[in-house]
């Protein structure tokens, strides 16, 4: 709630500004224009696919996660195909996603999962401050491209989108506004959010040296996403002291067995390794270019 009125207020504050320098009305026509588009994304929005994840969610929950992955492998892939570290660990994800469905017969093709992605807004005038100050962005995670590639480079085009856009900073207000109206009007505008996703998914960087409690040191910390309303599906991604791990809380009604998903996610960036190691890089910044050269090649 105070992040939303801290927002509302630096809004008033640059609006102010408009009365000494006439020259910023332009730049804040084009940010009110970016900003109704974003508003009316945010009403118009589908809902997502329906999928096995996606229901009325029970109150049994399930675990699992990975082992740890070195982060320098992932690093290196990332600096070749040109995509972030987060980049490629949402390929993976979507990549996990995919397999678990044609593995029990499910359709795949055009599928797109939602996930809402926390975002934080905190800045450097934040610092040594309390409290947490995070908008949402809604990412669609293109389950149903095959190509792990072009898989890759449609997620880091689509993060691009958001990181550029308003969204965040105005999920924040609408949240600390819903926070301020009665009850059953807060619950209807969080169940309209979550119905138009299937997860909660986050990216933690965590410490890159090894921490000690009582002289042993924390081998394998783990966090879980919090889920509201109808969405049944945490997935957490967690940096620490050289590695990366996935974990995933999923719904048992949906699904009862989210080691089956874990246990793809090392596989699928696998898949991109091998690409950057085997194939000729000039090659790779055009997916269907590769999967011709692997068609050709296969026996």
């Known amino acids: 709630m105070l992040g939303s009125a801290r927002f509302a207020l630096d809004l008033r504050d640059h609006y102010g500004g408009l009365l000494s320098n006439p020259g910023q009305i332009i730049g804040y026509a084009r940010a009110g224009r970016d900003i109704a588009a ?3 994304k945010l009403a118009i929005m589908a809902n997502d696919s329906p999928t096995r994840f ?13 082992e740890p992955i070195p982060l320098p492998e992932i690093k290196a892939v990332g600096k070749v195909l040109g995509c972030s570290v987060n980049d490629l660990l949402l390929t993976a994800v ?27 807004l905190r800045g450097p005038a934040d610092i040594g401050t309390l409290g947490n100050r995070f908008g949402l962005v809604a990412l669609e995670l293109p389950v149903g491209i095959e190509n792990p590639l072009a898989r890759l480079y449609e997620i880091r085009a689509r993060m691009a989108k958001l990181k550029g856009s308003y969204q965040a900073a105005l999920t924040l207000t609408i949240l600390g506004v819903v926070g301020m109206l009665p009850k059953v009007v807060q619950q209807s505008v969080l169940d309209l ?29 783990l966090f879980w996403v919090p889920q509201s309303g109808d969405i049944g599906m945490g997935v957490s991604i967690l940096s620490y002291a ?9 719904d048992h009604k949906f699904v009862p067995d989210p080691q089956s998903i874990v246990d793809r996610f090392a596989s699928e960036f696998g898949k991109l390794l091998m690409l950057v190691l085997m194939e000729p890089w ?18």
């Open 94 to 120: 979507a990549g996990s996603l995919r397999a678990y469905l044609v593995a029990r017969g499910d359709e795949v093709a055009d599928v797109e999962i939602r996930a809402m992605v926390p975002v934080n």
């Open 54 to 66: 996606k229901g009325k969610p029970g109150t049994r929950k399930e675990l699992a996660w990975t």
């Open 242 to 250: 050289g590695n990366v791990q996935f974990g995933l809380m999923t």
């Open 38 to 40: 974003e508003i009316a």
């Open 282 to 299: 000039e090659r790779l910044g055009d997916p269907d270019a590769v999967a011709a050269a692997l068609a050709n090649e296969s026996p």
């Open 193 to 221: 959010l979550a119905n138009k996703a299937t997860a909660v998914m986050t990216n933690v960087p965590g410490p890159q040296t090894g921490l000690y409690l009582a002289g042993a040191r924390l081998r394998q910390p």
